[in-house]
């Protein structure tokens, strides 16, 4: 980040049918769709779906940080 640059961060929970790397990519994604500057992200939890003993959906919750203008 540039000196004297205020960054802001926000909580975000994303779904994958797949994993948990697609569920962050896909909470990433659609983050910049509406945030401008994302920087950075923290994975906070990580949690699986599970039906019939089988895991059917990955989730992760992550702390987004971008920089305001």
Same mark, same amino acid.
């Given at each position: 980040?540039? #000196?004297? =640059? ?12 797949? =994993? ?8 990433? +994604?659609? +983050?910049? #769709? ?12 990580? =949690? ?11 989730? !992760?919750?992550?702390? !987004? ?5």
């Amino acid at each position: 980040m540039p #000196e004297g =640059s205020v960054a802001r961060v926000t909580e975000i929970s994303a779904r994958s049918d797949t =994993s948990f790397e697609d569920a962050v990519k896909t909470g990433l +994604a659609r +983050a910049e #769709e509406t945030l401008r500057g994302v920087k950075s992200a923290w994975i906070k939890e990580q =949690s699986v779906d599970v039906d019939q003993g089988g895991i059917v959906a990955y989730r !992760v919750n992550m702390l !987004v940080t971008f920089v305001l203008e």
